[in-house]
């Protein structure tokens, strides 16, 4: 069945490092990878996206980086900050058109120590 | 429009009662999902409407489950002779269905708990 892994479950680094979380997918139909951040006793946020169409897509310290042929992708925050901390998740979606539900990662808790 | 909202945001019940969470998505959007997100886990799905019809249920959601869009704006999710394992949180989320679009915007979430 569809599936999404997402690693490390926890990453730890100092501030004005670098933060890489990785996802892999099972649903080789998947065309559409949102990643959401999650605070305490919030709801889903999302903070990039990326469609099949294109390999990398960069918005100030975020980027995302995507490999169809090895079905996995990535996010990358440069530059950290304490207010980075929260859990990332990575979800895989064939797209509105085949309902556009959500196949979501287990989580990634970032701590980001000043 | 202040985003999706979720009511209530906690709710404590005893095994066996009936719950009832309301979801009010962004004003237009067609599509409305509802996710479980357990502690620690990613969200799951588990139905999603288009307009007024529900088009998909995942085998998460049981028979004492139940999820309703009557005119298209608003939604419920009931779930009846509440169960421990019930306790999670409730995500409802909304998109506006335009081909080149498919983000998802999530609401607070509501907070079950089963005692």
């Known amino acids: 069945g569809e599936n999404v892994e997402q690693h490390p479950s926890t990453l730890s680094v100092q501030e004005g490092d670098s933060a890489v979380i990785k996802c892999t997918y099972s649903d080789s139909a998947s065309n559409y990878f949102p990643w959401y951040k999650q605070e305490l006793g919030k709801g889903p946020q999302l903070i990039i996206d990326i469609r099949s169409n294109v390999g990398e897509k960069k918005d100030q310290r975020i980027a995302v980086t995507l490999n169809k042929t090895a079905k996995h992708f990535s996010l990358h925050i440069t530059e950290t900050q304490p207010e980075d901390s929260a859990v990332y998740f990575c979800a895989a979606s064939r797209g509105l058109n085949q309902g556009g539900k959500l196949i979501f990662g287990q989580g990634t808790e970032l701590s980001v120590k000043p | 429009d202040t985003g999706v909202s979720q009511d209530p945001r906690h709710k404590i019940t005893k095994r066996g009662q009936n719950v009832t969470f309301r979801c009010d998505p962004i004003s237009e959007h067609n599509r409305l999902y509802w996710y479980r997100q357990t502690l620690g886990q990613g969200p799951e799905f588990l139905t999603y409407?288009?307009?007024?019809?529900?088009?998909?249920k995942s085998r998460l959601l049981s028979d004492r489950f139940s999820a309703e869009r009557p005119k298209g704006s608003f939604s419920t999710l009931e779930i009846q002779r509440t169960e421990q394992g019930d306790s999670a949180m409730y995500l409802c989320?909304?998109?506006?269905?335009?081909?080149?679009?498919?983000?998802?915007?999530f609401g607070q979430g509501t907070r079950l708990t089963v005692v």
């Open positions: 989320a909304s998109s506006p269905f335009l081909d080149i679009s498919t983000e998802a915007f």
């Open positions: 409407f288009q307009n007024e019809a529900q088009l998909e």
